[in-house]
């Protein structure tokens, strides 16, 4: 599954938020990385169809993205905000069962296909004893393992993780990443944006270092993460000190 963006731009209200972006994914774990503020999300709603571009295309294995449904572009991408939804009075497993919402037949209903692709993906997540808890009850760790579990239960090619494990202790933070690099071994291409360069180094196969809108460096990790494109992209050309220590 090919992830294609060409001359990619995003001009609300005259000020570029992204500047003619291309790039292309094909496999692995691919990573935006910038500063809070260079315009990660904003590729990663382009992506997913929320926004629409001012200017170029996305295309996911050479169909541009706007020409699918949103009811078929939500069997092929999932997109995992860093945002907690402000739901309420829904237990786990609705709320995981959201994922199948693609699925339901002609009277809103799940097959057991369904029902047993939700309660492996709870299980997988370790949530399935919490199954009849209210989310309003989890703790921020629990609910972005439940989104994974949701996403997985969505059972699409491609998966967005923005932020992953913004305000995640380092117990929860592991969590999430083990769960990501078993969505790897399912065969599933997945995104991350994020501004935490460890982790970064830690998770991806391949960076896109994002600055002010625009793509200005990309390839693999190893090749992407050295200290001078970090200087460049985290505007560190004023930094007091003999070495910058990284991972």
């Not at 938020?17 to 935006?32: A, Q």
């Not at 699918?68 to 829904?90: A, C, H, M, P, V």
């Not at 989104?147 to 059972?155: E, G, H, K, N, S």
Request: charge should be negative; include cysteine.
């Amino acid at each position: 599954m090919s992830i294609e963006i060409k001359r990619l731009s995003y001009l609300p209200e005259n000020f570029y938020v992204i500047n003619n972006v291309s790039l292309v994914i094909n496999e692995g774990i691919s990573t935006f990385l910038g500063q809070n503020g260079s315009g990660k999300t904003t590729l990663m709603k382009l992506i997913s169809k929320l926004i629409d571009p001012t200017n170029g295309e996305v295309l996911i294995n050479h169909i541009n993205v706007k020409d699918i449904k949103k009811y078929d572009l939500s069997k092929i991408i999932t997109y995992i905000s860093q945002d907690r939804e402000n739901i309420q009075g829904f237990t786990v497993f609705e709320y995981a069962e959201m994922g199948r919402f693609p699925y339901q037949n002609f009277y809103g209903k799940y097959d057991n296909k369904s029902l047993e692709i939700i309660e492996n993906s709870l299980s997988l997540v370790n949530l399935y004893e919490k199954r009849d808890d209210l989310v309003n009850n989890l703790s921020g760790g629990e609910m972005q393992i439940l989104r994974i579990a949701r996403a997985l239960i969505q059972d699409t090619e491609i998966i967005l993780f923005d932020e992953p494990t913004s305000n995640l202790d380092i117990k929860n933070t592991k969590r999430v990443k083990d769960l990501i690099f078993k969505l790897k071994d399912l065969g599933k291409q997945i995104l991350i944006s994020t501004h935490d360069i460890n982790y970064a180094e830690s998770i991806s196969d391949f960076i896109f270092m994002i600055k002010a809108g625009k793509l200005i460096y990309s390839g693999k990790k190893e090749k992407v993460l050295n200290k001078e494109n970090i200087i460049d992209c985290y505007d560190l050309e004023t930094y007091e000190g003999n070495e910058i220590k990284l991972f």
